[in-house]
């Protein structure tokens, strides 16, 4: 469907000089048929529809089986909604079916849905676009205008989540501006919905309204914003990958070699399993960071792409085919890693993805495992690689244990560094978040292939302000640099000229570092095999300017306060004398010159 009809104006009535005497009694007949035909086969397409939409959720997390159940999906929701275009004056008569508004909203709100869900089947960032597509035309045509009206709760219940669902598209669309004015809505829906009908649920909706609150202040709270207009942030997006960012697709042999494919960072894990975590839904703040690092800027603009059934090669797992909104040439760059969101997983699910994802890479890709967790140690006698590490999910099936049990509980239940032994038979880029992530030190390494394991401080210093109502500090780094420096520097509220002075150092600081990377003899060989993938080399220069900001910091004294990685990152790797110019560069615009110490011994 072209976009220039895919959320096509509301149809006219066409008029015409209706025929009079026996001629309109004998063209009446057809014309009935013709109508009844076209109720039923809406009827028959709706009723497919309805179906194929359930059985989503019985399809298989993992896996490639669910690809051709989307296709079809897909393929009956395209009649679908082309039908209910072509013949709406039909459909909309009372007298043959009495389509509602409402109803229209219904199917264009599954297929927002169905698009989001291929995202997050594929990561593949231009099928978001496709949903906010329809998401937004609900809203611009008011298709659940009246639902309050109707006095019907399951109704008002499906506006609402369509909301909710629209505001988690928006979120990780970046879409700020939209965001803000679905909150107020949705505010206002929540209110009517509860004085209306004093649902048992309507606490549920607040407690959605307080977590997306405290997800947006989180953001916010770390953006500048100018005060002439307090709308308009001073940095830009700095979440996704540039579309420009990519390095060749082979690398050159070594001593005349024939060159090799470089490594293609394929299946990324997600986890977020702090007990206490800023969260919407099942998205936590620092997965939904990750989850942005971890994937390209789409290559189609906010409102582009068409409504169609993806190919079925879009799906493929090396990303070489395109999707909606693909230019020839462009997807090979901008293929994303396949990604599992795993919010509180339990150590049985979470051990189930990491095989699945391990048996779906081979020696040219990689698994990434991201671990945002609470640490989980182990008392007395040690355990070479399984003295604690950080913590999963527990259920319990009986009552809550005693201390002694609970601790011996936990300890089972929790993801050990030797845990990870058998999937390195492969190339695996670990980063661990958590207090407890030193534990992954002693991670064995054995199997010859590439292993990295980026962990963060396990503490931070008591002078530094509370990291709880911003996420992982360690998280945000990776995720944008600028953000993190404004953190620890108490300078959220900073001139705009000084920000936009800044900003630009840390794009220099990165591609700098970069090079530095390329440059170095001495880096060991598991670095240099992931600085072939373009999503783990930005990850491993963020760490670096982390780490070079945090171990330069006259507040960050102790090993305990500073982030570390195994095998080790020499400094010497990165910090060269141009990374140390920029490096006091920026704090002296930054103004906060006296809290840093760029000497040789301060950096080691």
Request: proline share 7%; with cysteine.
């Amino acid at each position: 469907m072209s976009e220039s009809t895919k959320m096509e104006a509301e149809p006219t009535p066409v008029q015409t000089e209706a025929p009079a005497g026996p001629v309109a009694a004998a063209s009446a007949v057809p014309v009935a048929h013709s109508n009844a035909k076209i109720v039923e086969e809406f009827q028959y397409l709706l009723e497919k529809s309805q179906q194929l939409f359930a059985g989503l959720r019985d399809l298989p997390p993992t896996g490639k089986n669910w690809q051709p159940y989307f296709q079809r999906t897909f393929e009956v929701y395209t009649k679908l909604w082309k039908f209910q275009q072509t013949h709406r004056l039909v459909l909309e008569n009372k007298d043959l079916y009495g389509l509602k508004r409402y109803e229209i909203g219904e199917i264009a709100s599954k297929i927002g849905q169905l698009y989001y869900h291929y995202y997050l089947r594929t990561s593949e960032t231009n099928y978001l676009y496709e949903s906010y597509v329809f998401y937004e035309a609900i809203r611009e045509r008011q298709y659940f205008r009246d639902v309050l009206d109707a006095k019907n709760p399951p109704l008002m219940i499906k506006k609402l989540r369509y909301y909710a669902r629209f505001i988690v598209v928006c979120l990780l669309l970046n879409s700020n501006e939209t965001i803000k004015k679905l909150m107020e809505e949705l505010t206002g829906l929540i209110d009517e919905y509860t004085k209306t009908f004093k649902p048992s649920d309507g606490g549920e909706w607040n407690v959605v309204l307080s977590e997306i609150t405290t997800f947006l202040e989180a953001e916010k709270r770390l953006t500048p914003v100018n005060p002439e207009d307090p709308s308009a942030h001073i940095i830009p997006p700095q979440s996704r990958l540039p579309l420009s960012k990519h390095t060749p697709l082979v690398v050159p042999g070594a001593d005349g070699a024939p060159p090799q494919p470089k490594l293609k960072l394929q299946e990324a894990i997600l986890v977020g399993n702090y007990a206490n975590q800023i969260k919407f839904s099942e998205l936590t703040l620092d997965m939904y960071r990750m989850l942005q690092s971890l994937e390209r800027e789409p290559s189609v603009s906010g409102k582009g792409g068409a409504m169609a059934p993806p190919q079925h090669d879009a799906m493929a797992v090396d990303g070489e085919a395109g999707g909606a909104g693909d230019e020839k040439g462009v997807s090979s760059k901008r293929s994303n890693p396949h990604k599992y969101l795993l919010y509180r997983p339990t150590l049985a699910q979470l051990t189930l993805y990491i095989a699945t994802a391990f048996k779906d890479i081979n020696e040219n890709s990689a698994l990434l495992l991201y671990l945002s967790a609470d640490g989980s140690k182990r008392q007395g006698a040690e355990t070479s690689g399984y003295n604690g590490g950080v913590a999963t999910a527990v259920n319990y099936s009986r009552s809550k244990p005693d201390k002694t049990d609970a601790d011996q509980t936990n300890l089972i239940h929790s993801l050990h560094p030797g845990d990870l032994v058998p999937f390195m038979r492969k190339p695996l880029f670990v980063v661990i978040d958590s207090t407890n992530s030193a534990a992954f030190k002693s991670t064995p390494h054995v199997f010859n292939q590439a292993f990295v394991c980026l962990m963060s401080p396990v503490e931070y210093p008591s002078t530094l302000k509370d990291t709880s109502p911003i996420g992982s500090l360690f998280t945000l780094f990776l995720n944008s640099p600028i953000k993190g420096f404004a953190f620890i520097n108490d300078i959220p509220d900073t001139q705009v000229d000084t920000w936009s002075k800044c900003y630009p150092i840390f794009t220099q600081m990165e591609k700098m570092i970069s090079d530095a990377f390329d440059a170095s003899t001495t880096l060991d060989k598991s670095f240099k095999r992931f600085l072939q993938d373009d999503f783990l080399r930005q990850i491993l220069v963020r760490f670096a300017v982390c780490s070079g900001l945090l171990c330069s910091h006259v507040g960050f004294k102790e090993a305990k306060y500073l982030p570390c990685s195994e095998p080790a990152l020499p400094s010497a790797s990165y910090l060269t004398p141009e990374v140390i110019t920029k490096f006091q560069e920026l704090v002296g615009i930054a103004n906060v010159a006296q809290s840093y110490n760029f000497t040789a011994d301060a950096v080691q």
